[in-house]
């Protein structure tokens, strides 16, 4: 998500393909422009990056024209939201939990049902 061009309806277009695949796991990761690629711009300190931005949408790195950081940071959390919540797959993850898997879920749960 957040590639450069990406917009917001490209951003859906990604959410809803990942739904419409059989998948009981999706990772929607920010665009992290590494130095010496073509959309690194230098400015920004490479001792405070974190690949880990990508993946929790705390502040994204990077954020492509004609969209602002808190567009895409809502579209990654929906889009976990979406993806992850849907009956079906909530289902097949109750089905073959086992009971050390109990606290994981409940993490996993809070941050889904953050916000």
Known sequence: MGLPNDTYETCRETIEFAKSL???YAQFYMCVPYPGSKIFNGNTNW????????????DPVFVPKGMTK????????QAYKEF???????W?????????DVPRYIEIGKV???D
């Not at 880990?52 to 705390?58: I, L, V």
């Not at 808190?70 to 959390?77: D, G, M, P």
């Not at 097949?92 to 050390?100: A, D, G, V």
């Open 22 to 24: 059989p998948l009981d």
């Open 47 to 58: 001792e405070q990056y974190s690949t880990m931005k990508s993946m929790t949408g705390d």
């Open 70 to 77: 808190e567009e895409l940071i809502s579209l990654q959390k």
């Open 84 to 90: 992850y919540l849907r009956p079906q797959l909530l």
């Open 92 to 100: 097949r993850h109750l089905k073959s939990m086992r009971i050390s």
């Open 112 to 114: 889904l049902l953050n």
